[in-house]
């Protein structure tokens, strides 16, 4: 079992920056891919950007070239560097992991980013 917890969400005016954290615990040898997900309200839970083990990187195309996403080599630190923001970032942001294809994901409790004047 992983357990997952974010952190570094906040309100921020449009053309902020945020950094989300996502700190796993729990017995992790390797992984599939690790990711942010996000719920904007009324929508419905979309993927955000992907790092896969072997450190590939997949940005929705909303968030390209202001979102990057990073992780630590002990794949235990996840992180999203958010440029530029614009209030239809605003959401729950979600941490998950996949250790393999057959493993169950691992979410964290999500972090509220708000993005406002």
């Known amino acids: 079992q992983v357990q997952l917890v974010e952190s570094g969400g906040g309100l921020v005016q449009p053309g902020g920056s945020l950094r989300l954290s996502c700190f796993a615990s729990?017995?992790?040898?390797?992984?599939?891919?690790m990711g942010w997900y996000r719920q904007t309200p009324g929508e419905q839970v979309e993927s955000v950007a992907v790092i896969t083990g072997s450190g590939d990187t997949r940005y929705a195309e909303s968030v390209k070239g202001r979102f990057t996403i990073s992780r630590d080599a002990d794949n235990r630190s996840l992180f999203l560097q958010m440029d530029n923001l614009k209030p239809e970032d605003t959401g729950v942001y979600y941490c998950?992991?996949?250790?393999?294809?057959?493993?169950?994901?691992?979410w964290g409790q999500g972090t509220q980013v708000t993005v406002s004047s």
């Open positions: 729990g017995r992790i040898v390797s992984i599939s891919h």
């Open positions: 998950q992991m996949r250790r393999s294809s057959s493993d169950p994901p691992s």
